[in-house]
């Protein structure tokens, strides 16, 4: 068992990496009532082409990954959930781009709850009928996304931004493509990408370090897993152009909604440098069009946005992109005036008040998060399957310059790169 302790933020972590790969990493949080568990597996909408060792590459169709996490609760006894709800535990499980996470949350028989958290995700129970009964399931999940305004005016700017890259396609799939998948693919993808070797079992809240190595152990030494060689994911070369400029999709809302996004040109990034790249990102985001800066309150007074206008920046070492907007009654006003606004910034750079604002938010905020364990729980393995450490955040936060920040400015923000996605009335 390894000690990693961390005296800027002061935590400590236990790691332990089992024989067969299974990486485990606990942190205690004293006085707290509350344990998260998560068990997460390296793989991700994005991962529909790959092989292992010297295999030939395999494609498998969009959405099998969400399809997967959906088909993992189901057990020969029944419903896992309401295992976990016997046992006095909350339990769910997401699909992102890169990563599925299974997880539960509970203040009493937590070793129980983490015997079974292990025992189901380790054991797949795919049949003919019930795969197909799961289609029509994720069938009806996906046309009722086609209905809601903020999904698709977020995913149409992600197909709007990238050609090839499968992250311009819905985690869920298509129609099309789930009607594609079978319990024979299912099980390739489940034993490609769940094996122990790459996945993530973090601990966090009040539990004790060595008794939870202990369960852990024991319960890995009882399952036989075969020794795996590295997985290899395919990706088609994505030119550095948007594909779309603006793409508008007809849907009734009460308001327009109107998202911009930039296209990273600069990917391939993996570790500390991702992670910089990160940090000065969202600290240049929120010091040119945070809620409290000039831009926003500009925006707000002629009545463009509402409360709902915000920024994010998503980032993977294939693709990164960021995203501004909200609903807005005139979408290509807010549009010139975000395009005018971040121009002049551009020239006289980041006013130094704004950016020390925006940095103590920041840092602020992650502070905050260290007190929640459903917060670290959610996204520590995020920063883990990236080779890099959510406990370097601060120092990251800490040490960003103004002169870094205004330099991003200038390389994010090219027009040539921008995407528009809006969702607006049907015209008459």
Known sequence: METLSYPNVQETLYREVLDNGLEVIVLPKEGFNKTYATFSTKYGSVDNRFSVGDQEPTKVPDGIAHFLEHKMFEEPTGDIFATFASQGASANAFTSFD?????????????????????????????????????????????????NPDWRVYF????????????????????ESIWQIDKETLYRCYETFYHPSNMILFVVGGVKAEEVFQLVRDNQNSKSFEPQGPIERFFDKEPDTVKIKRKVTELSVSLPKCMLG???????????????????TKLMLESLIGSSSKLYQELYEKDLISDSF??????????????IGGDTPNPDELIKQIQSAVEA??????????????????????LRMLNSPEAIAGEFTRYRFRDSNMFDVLDYYEKCTLDEINERLREHFDFGQLAVSIVEQPSK
């Open 99 to 147: 990563r599925t996470v299974y997880l539960f949350s509970a203040t009493e028989q937590i070793n129980t709850n983490l015997e079974t958290l292990i025992n189901f995700v380790q054991n797949p129970y795919f049949t003919d009928a019930n795969v197909e009964k799961e289609k029509g399931i994720i069938e009806q999940e996906i046309n009722m996304y086609r209905d």
């Open 262 to 280: 930039f296209k990273e040109k600069k990917v391939g990034l993996t570790g500390d440098d991702l992670l910089r790249q990160e940090i000065t």
């Open 156 to 175: 149409g700017l992600i197909d709007a931004l990238y050609h090839e890259h499968p992250v311009h396609i819905d985690i869920a799939g298509t129609v």
């Open 345 to 366: 910034v551009i020239e006289h750079g980041i006013e130094p008040a704004a950016f020390e604002r925006a940095k103590r938010k920041k840092i602020g905020g992650y």
């Open 310 to 323: 915000g920024h994010e920046y998503n980032s993977s070492t294939g693709y990164a992109f960021s995203v």
